[in-house]
Structure formats: C-alpha cells, structure tokens
C-alpha cells in the first residue's frame, strides 16, 4: 500500500505542471481534494528543503484558489484514509470559511538604535557604567534595558494590533524570535484586503520607524487558521 | 522576490522565501487531526529547541549595557571631555565584541537545527566564506 504525503487540501483542478514534474497529484472526492505524494517507508525529514518544498506546493496552488494547508510531517497511510479526511463535515466548513481569506504574516523588529531610545531615562546607570564598567554594573543597566525594551514592545504592537484591527477577520500572536524581535503576528484578513494593509503598513512605519523595521510575507494560505476542533479518537 | 519599501522600513515578500518564514508555521500551525495524524518525523526536536532566543541572560544584558554606552558616547561625539583614541579605542572594541557574540549565538543555533551540516548543502556557501574571511580580519 502506498503512503502519501499531505500537503493541505483544496477544491478538485488542474495542477501546475511544475507541481506534477514534483510527483504532486490530487486525491478527490466530490468537490473536495487532498494535495499529496507518494512517499516511501520510513520517517520524513525536516530539513530545511523538505519544509520548503512544502511551503512552496501550498503557496503555489494557493495563488488560484483556496488551500488548507497541512501542517508538516502530516502522512496519510493510504488512499482511504485519504477519503475518510475529505469526507469530514469539518473540512467543507474550513473550504467554505477560507474561499476568499489569505493569511499575512507580520513581523517586527528594532534596530540597534531602540537601545538608544529606551535607555534615556536610565542615565544614572548609564553613567555609573561608564565611570566603571564592572559586570555588576553592566548587568544592572542591561536588565533595566531588557525591562524598558519590553514596556516598548507591548506598547508598538498594541499600537500596530490598533491601526490594524478593523482589517482582520483573525488573529494569532506568535512567539517572536530574539533580543530585538518585537511581535510576529498571523493575519487573516480577505484576499483583496492585501493592499489596504500594505497602505496601513506604510503609515505605521512613517510613525514608529526608526527604530521598528516591518516584514510582511504574503498573501499565504491560511497555515494559523485551520485548527480542526475534533475530539481525539483513540 | 523581496523588495524595500517606506524608505527600507518594510520588507515585502509575497511567498515565503526562508526558512525563517516557514518554520513557525509549518510546524506548530496548519491542519492537523489527532485521530487521523501520523507524526513521523525526523529532526523535529532539535528544530523546535533553542529557536526562541532567551533575553534573560547575563550575555545579553551586558551587550545590551554595552550597546547603551556606545550609543551615548556618539551622542556626546563633540565633547572634549574625553580625549578622542581613548573614546574610538572604546567604541571599536565594544563593536567587535558585540558583533562576535551574536554571530556565535546564531551559528551556535544553525549547527543545532542542522542547518550546517552536509544534507543541505545548497544554502551554506555564505556561511563559510564569512567564517572564512572573519579569521582572517582578526589578525593583528
């Protein structure tokens, strides 16, 4: 029996040849069609190509219709089971919900120059580490940066959460990643809402750059917002 | 694929394009069904681990004090109060410090993910020639 691979799961259509030079096909079932390939035994590997090889089949097929994206790693151990996930009343709601949604995915971060900025009210320390820059010292003024840096953080992303609100369908705030990340949000908003974020986007930015940089990546398929709330069967 | 825009402030790619972008998503987010999944990973652990940056470390409070200070003595470039090699001796040294810990930070973090070794091969080249040409610049 074949396994399969499980990118995500769409309406039934064509597939780019690109995407069928890859070994990409469609398992369908009556308006609904999981997005696979054939896999051989064994565990599959998270390498930094297989993930983008994924990222790259969902995101392609996205551009001209609605994906539900998988997340990594999600094997199917036969053409059945195949079926038996299509034919889920949940997965018609999520095609339906998402026919015309797109996730964005926004992220911000400082330059170096925040440092500058939040530690002006910090003189005391400032000075006496630099009268005498011992480590007790210098841990005492970057803890008390570390501090005013994340009263910073909160207050742009509420800013940004703010002038961006009346756009979203949806939201999911991650984990941003390092000492100068300040949000990394998941955004579902409509399709055609795109460049009205983008204009936001450059607003914001006339505000509170430097020294906040943005990334915004997308339109996307909406990878955040297609948790099935399925109880667990064992 | 990306381009600047708002005078370099927004960074606009309409697809992904790294491994930055995906790996969040990719591996916490998108559909998945307890009953019907079959994780059958290689390599997930150690993707997951050590991502997240931890801010509360003595080695990032004293960059960040570091970083203030150097930041403060440009703003008080003009003043004669400290003679000038003292304050761009300063100034370099903080520099060169910083900048080691951070790329140490971040290839630490590569090696850990994997990202280094021979599997992938087709996105390490930057990464050897500045290791490369680093050496080569300390010497002195």
């Known amino acids: 029996m074949t396994r399969l691979y499980l990118y995500g799961i769409t309406h039934p259509r064509e597939v780019?040849?690109?995407?069928?030079?890859?070994?990409?096909?469609?398992?369908?079932?009556?308006?609904?069609?999981?997005?696979?390939?054939?896999?051989?035994?064994?565990?599959?590997?998270?390498?930094?190509?297989?993930?983008?090889?994924?990222?790259?089949?969902?995101?392609?097929?996205?551009?001209?219709?609605?994906?539900?994206?998988?997340?990594?790693?999600?094997?199917l151990e036969s053409r059945d089971e195949a079926l038996e996930l299509l034919g889920l009343p949940e997965v018609d709601e999520l095609l339906e919900r998402h026919e015309q949604t797109c996730e964005l995915t926004l992220r911000g971060k400082y330059e170096e120059?925040?440092?500058?900025?939040?530690?002006?009210?910090?003189?005391?320390?400032?000075?006496?580490?630099?009268?005498?820059?011992?480590?007790?010292?210098?841990?005492?003024?970057?803890?008390?940066?570390?501090e005013a840096l994340a009263d910073r953080r909160a207050r742009d992303e509420a800013f940004v959460l703010g002038a961006l609100r009346p756009l979203l369908l949806d939201l999911v705030p991650g984990n941003p990643a390092?000492?100068?990340?300040?949000?990394?949000?998941?955004?579902?908003?409509?399709?055609?809402?795109?460049?009205?974020?983008?204009?936001?986007?450059?607003?914001?930015?006339?505000?509170?750059s430097p020294p906040l940089h943005f990334k915004l990546v997308g339109p996307?398929?909406?990878?955040s917002f297609v948790r099935l709330a399925l109880p667990a069967v064992a | 694929m990306q381009r600047e825009s708002s005078a370099g402030y927004i960074t606009r790619a309409p697809r992904s394009s790294g491994l930055a972008d995906v790996l969040e998503?990719?591996?916490?987010?998108?559909?998945?069904?307890?009953?019907?999944?079959?994780?059958?990973?290689?390599?997930?652990?150690?993707?997951?681990?050590?991502?997240?940056?931890?801010?509360?470390?003595?080695?990032?409070?004293?960059?960040?004090?570091?970083?203030?200070?150097?930041?403060?003595?440009?703003?008080?470039?003009?003043?004669?109060?400290?003679?000038?090699?003292?304050?761009?001796?300063?100034?370099?040294?903080?520099?060169?410090?910083?900048?080691?810990?951070?790329?140490?930070?971040?290839?630490?973090?590569?090696?850990?993910?994997?990202?280094g070794g021979g599997k992938d091969d087709d996105d390490d080249e930057e990464e050897g020639s500045r290791s490369r040409s680093r050496g080569r610049s300390n010497d002195r």
């Open chain 1, 178 to 208: 390092g000492e100068f990340a300040a949000f990394d949000l998941a955004l579902l908003v409509e399709r055609n809402a795109v460049k009205t974020v983008e204009a936001k986007l450059e607003e914001l930015a006339a505000r509170l």
């Open chain 1, 113 to 146: 120059s925040v440092l500058g900025e939040v530690g002006a009210g910090l003189q005391p320390l400032r000075d006496a580490y630099r009268a005498q820059p011992s480590v007790e010292i210098g841990i005492a003024l970057g803890e008390a940066v570390g």
């Open chain 2, 25 to 115: 998503i990719l591996l916490d987010r998108g559909l998945v069904l307890d009953a019907y999944v079959r994780v059958s990973l290689v390599g997930i652990e150690l993707l997951t681990i050590d991502l997240r940056v931890v801010i509360a470390s003595v080695d990032t409070y004293l960059r960040f004090a570091e970083a203030v200070n150097r930041l403060d003595l440009r703003q008080v470039d003009d003043s004669k109060s400290v003679p000038d090699l003292f304050e761009k001796g300063g100034e370099e040294m903080a520099e060169t410090k910083t900048k080691g810990a951070v790329e140490g930070g971040m290839d630490a973090i590569k090696e850990k993910i994997g990202l």
């Open chain 1, 16 to 75: 780019p040849q690109r995407l069928r030079d890859q070994g990409v096909f469609l398992v369908e079932d009556d308006g609904r069609a999981a997005i696979v390939s054939e896999l051989d035994e064994g565990p599959v590997e998270a390498t930094r190509r297989n993930l983008l090889a994924h990222a790259d089949v969902v995101e392609q097929l996205h551009e001209d219709g609605v994906v539900l994206p998988a997340r990594f790693g999600y094997v």
């Open chain 1, 220 to 223: 996307l398929p909406p990878y």
